[in-house]
């Protein structure tokens, strides 16, 4: 009786499904669409499919993101400022990129209230702009088109946080011009309440240059290289998901709590596909540069100090 008892428990236990390991991910700036393919594996039951549970916490970007991945407190975080990784990895931070994530700076704007007299970024010499947080890519482009509107040395960028803060900011005149990325505030330009001063688009710098990367530490990395791979396949699913299947752009609206006429305009106007392609790193050569032109590092690194930088991660499955 005792054996026979002994052998149905252990046959249960056999038939019991093993535990799925668990990433943790940040997402800086809850709402946007590049940021929001985690979201939709998650939603759509990818990560599941492949025996991988992921959890998401969100931040307002930036030295915020890092240092949460620095601490531990998430394995990993997607869409963050490549000058802020590469500055952090020049002071000895054990990052490491998993991925591209954005190419080019197109989803990023600034934005006035309707009423001011500020037509264009040129106009900003001693005025207030905002970003989000240090290291961030809404910091990098700021700086690269303030330095193109010939302004660079005049305006007075603020470090304000997420997109809400900098809205609430401008629009109670604390700060003069406010930054934004889609499909926030494309509602407030289409009624008149706001204007669009200058794009990320249109700083020249960044037509073909990498902005943002996913990434994690060398640690997390080697404790849980098959959950990591396992994450990045499913993240390029989630990509192509995205893009063609109707449900992509209704998650945004959902999260971004927009019209999904406005959540299909941030899409097609904004972040073509080719633009969140994951895998080659664009443009280091510039990006080192301007890590040091910007003081993320304290001098010009070349492509050999940041090899180890680039992760093994970084090619088509």
Known sequence: MIRSITTILAAALIALPACAETL?????QKGNW?????????KEGM????GLDVETVYTQGGS?????????SVDLAVGTGILGIVGAYSKGAPVRVISAEMTTAGDLFWIVKADSPIKTMADLAGKTVAFSEPGSSSHLVLQAMLAQAGVGATAKPV???GIPNSTTQLMSGQIDAGW?????NLVAARDGQVRIIGRGADAELFKHETIRVNFSTVSALAAKKAAFEIYHRV????IEFAYHNPRGVQYLAEAANVPLDIARQAITEFIPEATVQPYEVMGMEQILAQAAEFKFTPKKLTTADVAPLLSDMIKKP
Request: proline letters at 5%.
């Open 24 to 28: 943790k991910v940040a997402v800086p």
């Open 34 to 42: 590049d940021t929001g393919f985690t979201d939709y594996a998650i």
């Open 47 to 50: 990560f599941k499919a492949e």
């Open 64 to 72: 915020q993101t890092i240092q949460a991945v620095i601490s531990g």
């Open 159 to 161: 470090s304000v946080g």
């Open 180 to 184: 934004s990325g889609v499909p926030f």
């Open 235 to 238: 993240y390029v699913k989630a």
